[in-house]
C-alpha cells in the first residue's frame, strides 16, 4: 500500500528547503514512463513554475499541505483563472493545452499532482512567451507578480 504520511511530508519539506529550486518531489510512479505520473511536490515560496501547458493532458492539483496560487492564462498572457488552493478549494483541474502556473504561499506547503503520460520535459513552445528560463533575470518579477496577478491582467514585462 502506498501512503503519503505526515512524515513524508515533513521529510519532502526539508529537502525542498535545502534545494536549490526550493523543490522536492515523491513519485508514487512506479518509473517514469508509467503512463499515469503521480507524485507530491514539496514547493516552498520562491519557487519558479515557469507558466507552461501540457497540450496532451490535463494536470490535477490537490493541497496537500499549505496555500498555492494556480493561474490560468489565455494564449495572450491574460489571466483567465485564478484559484488559491488549500483554502476553499482543495483540489483543481487544468485542461489539456491550458496555459497554467503555481506558486507556493507558504513554507512547507506540498502539492500532489497528476498527470497522463510519461514523464517528458517541457518543450520551448509549451512555455509562455513571457516567461523566463529557471534562473534568469527578471523570474524573481515574475513570482512576485503571480502572487498579485488577478483575473484580466498581464504580466508587465
Do not use: C
Amino acid at each position: 500500500m502506498k501512503q503519503i504520511t505526515t512524515t513524508l511530508l515533513d521529510e519532502l519539506t526539508a529537502r525542498a528547503q535545502q534545494a536549490p529550486r526550493l523543490r522536492a518531489h515523491h513519485n508514487m510512479h512506479p518509473e517514469l514512463s508509467d503512463p499515469t505520473q503521480r507524485l507530491a511536490v514539496a514547493m516552498e515560496p520562491g519557487t519558479y513554475v515557469r507558466a507552461h501547458r501540457h497540450p496532451h493532458t490535463f494536470e490535477m492539483l490537490h493541497s496537500l499541505r499549505g496555500r498555492f496560487v494556480v493561474l490560468h492564462f489565455n494564449q495572450a498572457g491574460e489571466v483567465i483563472d485564478r484559484v488559491v488552493l488549500g483554502d476553499e478549494v482543495k483540489m483543481v483541474e487544468t485542461p489539456a493545452g491550458v496555459w497554467h502556473a503555481v506558486l507556493s504561499l507558504e513554507e512547507g506547503a506540498v502539492i500532489f499532482e497528476v498527470k497522463d503520460g510519461v514523464y517528458t520535459p517541457i518543450p520551448e513552445e509549451d512555455y509562455m512567451p513571457w516567461t523566463v528560463a529557471e534562473g534568469e533575470q527578471g523570474m524573481e518579477a515574475i513570482i512576485a507578480w503571480y502572487a498579485v496577478a488577478q483575473i484580466g491582467d498581464r504580466f508587465p514585462g
